[in-house]
T-cell receptor, first 113, second 112 residues
Framework: NAGVTQTPKFRVLKTGQSMTLLCAQDMNHEYMYWYRQDPGMGLRLIHYSVGEGTTAKGEVPDGYNVSRLKKQNFLLGLESAAPSQTSVYFC????????????FGNGTRLTVT | DQQVKQNSPSLSVQEGRISILNCDYTNSMFDYFLWYKKYPAEGPTFLISISSIKDKNEDGRFTVFLNKSAKHLSLHIVPSQPGDSAVYFCAAKAGGGNKLTFGTGTQLKVEL
């Protein structure tokens, strides 16, 4: 039982390049989330999904796109990376009931030069 | 606009003593609060939570207190252990959704 797995763990991009961050969960969770963590900012919600085929914007969605084609996977895309997107990205998942806690992956450290 | 605030970026405590981590919030619609613990190079892990209908919740060495009138919550760790050294995030949510708003975190160091 791996929980939440994020791929890759590290990545360096040049400004303007694109990439996709992969998130997979094996807990049959309905909800999935993408957060970014920056120094002094805590974790901020980028996008989330309440079920397969659905996505919604979070607090800081600009410059990112997401897809949830399968229940277990949640993809985060950067179409044209910018230095402001240098951050640590965390994927999380949770059950659909109201107060179930989020389970996080171990993060992807992205640097955009 | 930071709706969940952790005003102490760091805290140092001796092993065996009490650690008290504080969190303030501004959004009166928040009705469920959680604490997460994060070690370096790992994701946050859920620690303890409290609903707004309660003022205290306890789980082993960890107790969370909620003061709704002051919009303040605190996490008490007694006794503190070196393995408790981590970053602690306070988080809150409102209504029926599952979106969490996080604070900026407090780095706890428990010294021998």
């Amino acid at each position: 039982n791996a929980g939440v797995t994020q791929t890759p763990k590290f990545r360096v991009l040049k400004t303007g390049q694109s990439m996709t961050l992969l998130c997979a969960q094996d807990m049959n969770h309905e909800y999935m989330y993408w957060y970014r963590q920056d120094p002094g900012m805590g974790l901020r919600l980028i996008h989330y999904s309440v079920g397969e085929g659905t996505t919604a914007k979070g607090e800081v969605p600009d410059g990112y796109n997401v897809s949830r084609l399968k229940k277990q996977n949640f993809l985060l895309g950067l179409e044209s990376a910018a230095p402001s997107q240098t951050s640590v990205y965390f994927c999380a998942s949770s059950h659909g009931n109201r107060n179930s806690p989020l389970h996080f992956g171990n993060g992807t450290r992205l640097t955009v030069t | 606009d930071q709706q969940v605030k952790q005003n102490s970026p760091s805290l140092s405590v001796q092993e065996g003593r009490i650690s008290i981590l504080n969190c303030d919030y501004t959004n009166s619609m928040f009705d469920y609060f959680l604490w997460y613990k994060k070690y370096p190079a790992e994701g946050p892990t859920f620690l303890i939570s409290i609903s707004s209908i309660k003022d205290k919740n306890e789980d082993g060495r960890f107790t969370v207190f909620l003061n709704k009138s002051a919009k303040h919550l605190s996490l008490h760790i007694v006794p503190s252990q070196p393995g408790d050294s981590a970053v602690y995030f306070c988080a809150a949510k409102a209504g029926g959704g599952n979106k969490l708003t996080f604070g900026t975190g407090t780095q706890l160091k428990v010294e021998l």
